[in-house]
């Protein structure tokens, strides 16, 4: 059995961590600016030169770190993180290639070619936060699925691993790709512990049942949504 510890969230609606706001949303919209001070509580240089998936997608991650107590280090951790995601980096490939296209490539940008990868961000998570576990991306079709939770505590109960972060990534639908309400912009991320280490309360234990059922306090969860708000209101109660 495991323990989410943390939680950390970017949407359209508003950004935040569970034991700071309690009015998490995630639904259709624009997604706000966001800043170096949105996730991180010290400077972080290569912040300004990411593009815009990574810095949702670590910025997510600093507050769910945050949230668990477990932003500040002295010392690399074990932590691993799965993120799950429809579109990946996709807007930032598209990016890339309008600058392939002049001049036969000439003025291709290093910049935007570093991050052409959906999986880059989670380099910037661990450089920032001293994490050392495993990281890796899994592709879905819609924003709803467990697969990142599910993938995470398999890890946990075949490796030893004591600390993960799961999470959903995902910017706005890419111009000119078809559109599904399913699909909503943003990031969340949740800290999951087998032995918490810190003195304050878990929102609660996380199983996964040999018939591959994500159980929330004895509980079954069907989305990843839906497990942050219950997790939420468990605390806020």
């Not at 990868?117 to 001293?130: D, H, I, M």
């Not at 490796?159 to 000119?176: F, N, Q, S, V, W």
């Amino acid at each position: 059995m495991s323990f989410i510890t943390g939680v950390g969230w970017i949407s359209a609606q508003n950004m935040g961590r569970g034991r700071k706001n309690n009015n998490f949303k995630m639904a259709q919209g624009e997604l706000p600016s966001i800043s170096q001070k949105t996730g991180f509580k010290t400077s972080y240089p290569r912040f300004s030169r990411m593009d815009e998936f990574s810095k949702l997608g670590v910025s997510a991650v600093g507050l769910a770190l945050q949230d668990a107590g477990l932003n500040e280090w002295m010392s690399k951790r074990e932590i691993g993180i799965v993120v799950a995601t429809v579109y990946g980096c996709l807007q930032t490939d598209l990016d890339y290639f309008e600058t392939v296209l002049p001049e036969d490539g000439v003025f291709a940008s290093p910049a935007l070619f570093s991050y052409t990868l959906p999986n880059c961000f989670l380099g910037e998570a661990a450089a920032s936060f001293g994490l050392t576990g495993p990281g890796y991306v899994v592709s879905q079709q819609n924003s709803t699925s467990l697969s990142s939770v599910e993938a995470a505590l398999e890890d946990m109960d075949c490796t030893g691993l004591e600390i993960a972060l799961a999470g959903i990534c995902d910017l706005d639908c890419p111009p000119d790709f078809p559109t599904n309400a399913n699909i909503i912009p943003g990031a969340a991320f949740m800290v999951i512990e087998k032995d918490p280490v810190i003195s304050q309360k878990p929102y609660g234990a996380l199983h996964l049942s040999r018939s591959r059922e994500i159980l929330f306090n004895k509980s079954k969860v069907s989305d990843f949504r839906s497990l942050i708000e219950t997790c939420i209101q468990q605390i806020w109660e």
